[in-house]
């Protein structure tokens, strides 16, 4: 209709929760408004829970703090990570949404080599919209963007993609270096913006970034676990990526794919290395123990779902990388108790649990 000012519906508004994970008052939403204000907000509070985090006017969300985490979860609560990003994660468990995107609270709106701010939520809703090409790689990259195809020689048998699990998005300004790297190059900032999305081909592993993800929860949610990290745990900073690598040899598994690159986001603020270091260096170790360990992942034929697959890799996890430090022991039967909470909140029986949670939402911190 000529001179209609009605707005688009947002992409998937009603079908997609943005988890947020927190220790400080959420100003940089002003920035995000444009693109954020039409979405449910799930705001997990990190650190002292008698602390009131603001959140602008105008949002809708709901916010859970560390008590509601023991609330919800009773003795399995134990599952979530205290003083970590990683309790992110809480926010996946609590969603009744299909789709989640999260992002940190120091992430801000990029802009492209034009000029023009990034709707990063509206990418990676395309990207898990179209279908990814584990099997075999296009030049080209992702050939169902707008102006871009599959290349000669590419099979048509393979042509029609598959199911897109996960989107994995990237940075401009900080990058995300581990600690030796970020002592080393103190002053290294990533300008290159390439416009590109690509699907990480089956078998590859990748090391994935938790504060610019998008993910089909209804599909991959229960893989989306990150861990046992920060307070009481002798590793840090590895959360997003030990998620990432189950979350890749179940996807590979079960036929679905990663897509990675676009969308960019500005991440504002390096970390402090020192305290980095301090969090990882174990885990600098033990990665060359646990990269082999999912490369050599292999699930029976009667893992059907992604809750078998992810209860047959923490036995894996025990059984051979328990070996490596007593830790992975206490990983391993957390990743259990994390798929029966999952289940006790995600299930028919598990719909109470979910209005009493409703009830709580759009308050300050409960």
Known sequence: ?????????????????????????????????????????????????SKTI???EGFDYELYNRNDINRILGPKASCISFKDSACRCFGYMV?????????????????????????ALEQHIKNLLSPSTPYFFNTLYDPFREGVDFVRGYPFSLREGVTTAVSHGLWLNIP????????????ERNTRYVDAVLTIPKGTLFP??????????????????????????????????????????????????????????????????????????KGIFWQEEIIPFFQSTVFPKECTTVQQ??????????E?????????NKLADAMVTWIEAWDELNSSQGKPAAAQRAKLANGNAK
Request: glycine fraction near 8%; proline fraction near 8%; hydrophobic fraction near 35%.
């Open 54 to 56: 603001k959140v602008p």
């Open 95 to 119: 969603s009744k949404k299909k789709y989640v995107f999260t992002i940190d609270d120091d992430c801000f709106v990029a802009k492209d080599p034009s000029g023009k701010e990034i709707n």
């Open 320 to 328: 051979k990388l328990g070996k490596v430090d007593p830790y992975f």
């Open 309 to 318: 697959c992810y209860l047959e890799l923490s036995k894996q996890v025990k």
């Open 176 to 187: 995300d270096y581990d600690a030796p790297t970020q002592l080393v190059k103190p002053r």
């Open 1 to 49: 209709m000529a001179g209609s000012s009605t707005k688009p519906i947002p992409l998937l508004r009603d079908e997609l929760d943005i988890v947020i994970p927190t220790i400080r008052n959420l100003d940089f939403l002003d920035m995000w408004r444009p693109f954020f204000e039409p979405y449910h907000l799930i705001i997990v509070q990190d650190g002292d829970p």
């Open 208 to 281: 994935m970034c938790g504060m610019n993800l998008a993910f089909d929860r209804e599909l991959i949610g229960p893989a989306m676990y990150f861990g046992l990290m920060g307070d009481g745990q002798p590793i840090g900073r590895y959360d997003d990526m030990w998620a990432g690598w189950c979350m890749k040899v179940i996807c590979d598994h079960m036929g679905w794919g990663v897509k990675t690159g676009l969308p960019y986001i500005w991440h504002s603020k390096a970390s402090n290395p020192f305290v980095n270091l301090k969090k990882e260096y």
